[in-house]
């Protein structure tokens, strides 16, 4: 009971919050978004066993003693998600003519932009559309081949 309560009385606070800054909010959904497709991982600090959220009239003053994360992790995600979105948008540009036939793919990447921008981003909420990135650069390492084995038959 106290959970609904809980959820409740936050719902009210956030949606208050949004409607007395209306272009605030929008400008920090956009950058949600950004964060679903940017190769750098989010968060860039995690919780360990120390940390603690420090409030102070209702605000959120400091996140103390978080942990940051591993050079070896984020350069891993940085060079992972670089290689899939560009090859991502290579894939999109080869089957530009027939985009109509993946509108699932479409539509899994629509609703993980909006869920992402209406809650807090974090880099493992986009593993459930990481599929359509790879489908994308699949087609586009698929074209490659195709035009090596050409290149060698010639």
């Not at 605000?59 to 984020?74: D, G, L, N, Q």
């Not at 894939?91 to 209406?118: H, K, M, P, Q, S």
């Not at 990135?133 to 090596?148: C, D, K, M, P, T």
């Amino acid at each position: 009971r106290f959970d609904v309560e809980f959820d409740a009385f936050l719902t009210a606070k956030a949606v208050t919050y949004m409607r007395e800054n209306k272009v605030r909010t929008l400008r920090q959904k956009l950058v949600n978004v950004g964060y679903l497709l940017s190769p750098r991982v989010a968060p860039f600090e995690v919780s360990g066993v120390n940390t603690r959220v420090r409030v102070e009239r209702d605000k959120v003053i400091a996140v103390e003693h978080s942990v940051p994360r591993r050079t070896s992790e984020i350069a891993a995600h940085a060079v992972t998600t670089l290689v899939l979105l560009v090859g991502c948008a290579a894939g999109v540009y080869l089957r530009r003519r027939e985009l109509y036939r993946d509108a699932i793919l479409w539509a899994i990447l629509a609703t993980f932009l909006v869920i992402n921008a209406i809650y807090v981003p974090a880099t493992r909420y986009t593993a459930p559309m990481q599929f359509v990135l790879i489908f994308y650069s699949a087609v586009a390492l698929a074209r490659l081949r195709e035009g090596s084995r050409d290149a060698t038959v010639a």
